[in-house]
């Protein structure tokens, strides 16, 4: 559903951060709302959703936390094309550990096969994981990318909530 009309994307759209848009219109209308509405979202409420969802059960297994945003990254190529990504999950240690530890693998047997982005990115994307495994987010408060999110969705929920109000 796009983000400030309402109106259903089937395919496509633009993406602002997790915020879907169904064409440019509404993407610039959208970003210029955000913009207006973010200083407007307190940080209290901000830490208190990102607190709640660090302290809740993992979205993924259902299982215990700490649940925070956790990145895996994944790089492939061929010959004269490489693609990278890197994928947010917001999810407990055990959930990530096994993402980063499969985008870890993918990315060793598939990262290699192109040039020069292909044989540069590995290591990155390697070392990216392994860093992740090693080094998680301080399990005892919510993490910046964490309040970040919340922040967004705060955002989300404001431009949905204008939308009831602008259709009656
Ligand atoms: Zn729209
Ligand atoms: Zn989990």
């Known amino acids: 559903m796009c983000a400030y009309c309402g109106s259903k994307i089937l395919l496509g759209g ?11 219109e509404c993407s610039n209308n959208g970003q210029a709302l955000t913009s207006a509405l973010v200083p407007q979202i307190s ?8 607190t709640r969802i660090h302290s809740g059960p993992c979205p993924k297994c259902s299982g215990h936390g700490p649940v925070d945003v956790r990145v895996s990254h994944q790089v492939w190529s061929f010959l004269l094309i490489t693609q990278w990504r890197n994928v947010q999950q917001v999810c407990c240690r055990r959930c990530a550990a096994k993402s980063q530890l499969g985008s870890l693998c993918f990315s060793v047997v598939l990262g290699w096969w192109g040039i020069p982005w292909g044989i540069l990115m590995t290591p990155v994307q390697v070392g990216r994981n392994l860093l992740g495994l090693i080094r998680p987010p301080d399990p ?3 993490s ?9 969705m705060i955002t989300e929920r404001m431009l949905l909530d204008r939308q009831t109000v602008s259709a009656d």
């Open 144 to 152: 910046e990318r964490l309040m970040n999110l919340s922040r967004l």
């Open 14 to 24: 633009k993406r602002l951060n997790e915020l879907r848009f169904c064409n440019d």
């Open 43 to 50: 940080g209290a409420d901000v830490r208190l959703l990102a």
């Open 140 to 142: 005892s408060r919510p």
